[in-house]
């Protein structure tokens, strides 16, 4: 069964920059479309970017076009979302999510099938 482990979160301030990873175990990454989700206290989950199984594709939220970038490494079962010019209202746990590989990109949580435990987003003003 695919595993997700999300890493790469922490604090920093407004502005500042971060690098998220997302390491995918038992099963290969060319078979999955990736997602990146966040959810801050008190609010429902909140789509980030998505990543075709080649690459070649990806899509935004409005919030973090031109500040988030969003790629893989499918030779090291590895995601990665970098994070630049960071704002407080990013604060968030971050979740990476899988869909099948013939999937289309997604901005809805709920058609995605497989999540990590996520990693705490903090930045302060």
């Known amino acids: 069964q695919v595993q997700l482990v999300e890493s790469g979160g922490g604090l920093v301030q407004a502005g500042g920059s971060l690098k998220l990873d997302c390491v995918v175990s038992g099963g290969t990454l060319e078979r999955y479309v990736m997602g990146w989700l966040r959810q801050a206290p008190g609010k429902e989950r909140e789509f980030v970017s998505a990543?075709?199984?080649?690459?070649?594709?990806?899509i935004y939220a409005d919030s973090v076009k031109g500040r988030f970038t969003i790629s893989r490494d499918n030779s090291k079962n590895s995601v990665h979302m970098e994070m630049s010019s960071l704002k407080p209202e990013d604060t968030a746990v971050y979740l990476c999510?899988?869909?099948?590989?013939?999937?289309?990109?997604?901005?809805?949580?709920?058609?995605?099938?497989?999540w990590g435990q996520g990693t705490q987003v903090t930045v302060s003003s």
């Open positions: 999510a899988t869909r099948p590989w013939y999937s289309a990109l997604s901005p809805w949580a709920n058609e995605y099938d497989v």
């Open positions: 990543l075709s199984w080649s690459g070649g594709s990806t």
